[in-house]
């Protein structure tokens, strides 16, 4: 649904780099490596990374049905 506020394992706020992740891995023109672009936006523990690259964004999907 969408990006949990905190990750499940550790706390660590991670929805605050949701938007950043978002709009530079799915860029058309040059697309950046999630990877680098976790690192770059200093997610560097694996339970937090998991959230990012395992997250589908299904809000969109939902919504009408509310």
Wanted: glycine residues 6%; charged residues 25%.
């Amino acid at each position: 649904m969408i990006i949990p506020v905190r990750c499940f394992t550790c706390g660590k706020v991670i929805s605050e780099h949701w938007g950043d992740y978002v709009s530079r891995s799915n860029t058309k023109e040059g697309d950046e490596d999630p990877s680098d672009v976790l690192d770059s936006l200093g997610i560097n523990r694996y339970c937090c990374r998991r959230m990012f690259v395992s997250h589908i964004d299904l809000i969109d999907v939902v919504s009408p049905y509310q």
